[in-house]
Structures are given as C-alpha cells and as structure tokens.
C-alpha cells in the first residue's frame, strides 16, 4: 500500500485521499445529513427522552442511550495529551461497511457532515478515525456491534486509520502503528466503541460515542 505523507496535504484532500482507497462501487442514495434512519417525528422524541445527544439541542455526548459517553485522549507529536469530549460525529460508508469518525473539543458541525470534509478551527483539536477495508474485492459487510477491529496495512483486510488536527496543523503518519478499535453498539442512528491505537507519531485512547450519518458514498 502507498503510504501518503498526510501532513503536508491539506485536511480535505487528506480525508477524500482516505476515502478515495476504498474500492468498493459508490452507492446512491439520499445526500442530506440527517441522521441515519432519520425519521424527523421519532428522531425529536428520541431527544426529548435522552438528554444530551451529541448534535442534539443539549450539550452532551451520550448518543446510545446506554451510558456510552465521549471522552478520547489524543496524544500529540510534542508530548501534549488532550482531552476530546465535547462532541463526535460519525459518517456511513459503503453501506454501512465503513465508517468516518470525527472526535473533537470543539462542536463539530453536522450540517454537511455527509458531503464535506470537517477539519477543525485555529485552536481546536480533533481526532479522525476511518474504518475501512483497502482494495475491497467486493462491497465489505456492515459493522456490527461486537467487532474488534485490529490495524493491518494488508490490503483487503478491515482496519482503520486516524489522524490528529490542531487547527491547521494534520498529523497521519502511521509508521509502526498498533491498535484496536473495539465497536461496543453499532446501530441505524449511533455507534459506540473504544480506541486504543499509537504509532510513532501520535496516539488515542478512550471511548467515542457519536451520531451516524448517511453519505452517499
């Protein structure tokens, strides 16, 4: 696999050029950002009995409704630790066989969250992780709760991939990298797991509980 030097491209060239691995047919579909299953009616009642959703009217970060909460340790180049938990955001790929996650300290906008790459304000933070399967031979199938999720760079098997942002500033290497992402609940609306990964560059440990949002990708 060709590795790109990730931190000398900008933030959206860098997410379409992780994006654009995934060789699997593009599927059609709705393009607004609602929430996966999006049903407007059910999506308000859901609110109103859980406070604090992530992309919701309440500050929080609890999207599962079983207690899964927001809270990534994302260690920089320099040594510094930063703590993400004020929101997250998850995007469906490939039919539910691949995910885009963004974790930050800052409220992620979920606007065009489905369409357009998010990269975080000057003095911001945030962590991307995208769950994939590089040279797929056929569509991979969607992920479930359940799944540990062990880093590879052998192609055609599942694995993910991340990134740090501080401002401007992208860091992607993954010289030497280790890790697992462990899905607790994956279901039609939110996700939640655990990340622990490091590489020589970087590293994240903690729990992401986050929306899901459809793409037509």
Avoid: N, W
């Avoid at 510094?80 to 997250?88: G, H, N, P, Q, W």
């Avoid at 709760?145 to 991340?162: H, K, N, Q, R, V």
């Avoid at 996700?191 to 949002?213: E, R, W």
């Amino acid at each position: 696999m060709i590795r790109l030097p990730l931190r000398r491209l900008t933030p959206a060239v860098a997410v379409l050029v992780v994006s654009g691995l995934i060789t699997v047919s593009a599927c059609g579909g709705d393009t607004d950002s609602e929430p996966a299953g999006g049903d407007q009616s059910s999506a308000a009642s859901t609110d109103a009995a859980t406070d604090g959703v992530v992309g919701g009217p309440d500050d929080g970060t609890d999207t599962t409704g079983g207690g899964c909460t927001t809270s990534l340790t994302a260690i920089y180049p320099d040594g510094s630790e930063v703590v993400l938990d004020t929101s997250a955001a998850a995007v469906e790929l490939s039919g539910g066989g691949a995910m885009t996650i963004y974790v930050g300290d800052y409220e992620i906008p979920t606007a065009d969250v489905a369409t357009e790459t998010i990269a975080p304000p000057e003095g911001s933070h945030q962590a991307s992780i995208f769950i994939t399967t590089f040279d797929a031979d056929a569509r991979p199938a969607p992920l479930t709760s359940g799944m540990e999720i062990t880093y590879t760079a052998e192609t055609g098997a599942l694995t993910f991939t991340t990134m740090l942002l501080a401002g401007a500033e992208m860091y992607g290497e993954a010289a030497e990298a280790s890790g697992t992402v462990t899905l607790t609940e994956v279901g039609d609306d939110a996700l939640c797991f655990d990340v622990d990964y490091a590489d020589q560059q970087k590293a994240m440990v903690g729990t992401v509980s986050a929306p899901i949002y459809d793409t037509p990708f």
